[in-house]
């Protein structure tokens, strides 16, 4: 039998910080750019578009290094919460892929390429992109499926047991006493 690790590995952990960050970050940037105007507006749009391009680079290589390093013991839960936990996993990467490939479109179909460039200074408008639909429902889904995915993270780590040691942080990790007490 394979001896499974208590915890994810230090690339595992970088990775998920990293995009945590870099995502956090994304998501009030991308409600902020479209209410925005002028200079401040192409910035927030030049930001959103690396950083989007970073994530996407990011989630792939993320992808990869799951399927091909040792994950831990699963958690003590039910069958059902195990499987709810694994769907929000990979609804969460899928989306994310459909993000980024919505955004690329948008760029692709659209000039503002030339904007973020600086050879034109009009925006497009990219409401009428189908494209741009999908971005705006996979933001909002994204963000759900975030809520949900840090509200049971949060839910087990001060109900149920220690999580947050298994992604590198162990601010929060709970102890066992002599008597099998968390403490």
Do not use: C
Not at 12 to 36: K, Y
Not at 104 to 126: C, E, Q, W, Y
Request: net charge positive; charged share 15%; aromatic share 8%.
């Amino acid at each position: 039998m394979i001896q499974r690790p208590q915890t994810y590995d230090q690339g595992t952990q970088l990775f998920h910080w990293a995009s945590a960050v870099l995502i956090l970050g994304m998501i009030p940037l991308g409600f902020l750019m479209q209410h925005a105007a002028g200079a401040v507006k192409l910035s927030l749009y030049r930001a959103h578009a690396l950083t989007g391009s970073v994530v996407l680079l990011l989630t792939v290589v993320r992808i990869v290094w799951v399927v091909t390093h040792a994950s831990p013991e699963p958690l003590p839960i039910s069958r059902l919460h195990n499987t709810g936990m694994k769907g929000i996993h990979i609804l969460l990467y899928a989306v994310l892929l459909i993000m980024t490939a919505s955004g690329l479109t948008m760029m692709a179909l659209s000039t503002l390429p030339n904007v973020l460039k600086g050879v034109s200074t009009t925006f497009p408008d990219l409401s009428k992109l189908s494209a741009r639909k999908v971005h705006g429902v996979g933001a909002r889904l994204y963000v759900a499926l975030l809520a949900a995915h840090v509200g049971g993270v949060l839910r087990y780590q001060f109900v149920e047991g220690d999580i947050f040691s298994r992604m590198g942080v162990t601010l929060f990790r709970k102890h066992v006493d002599l008597e099998g007490k968390l403490k």
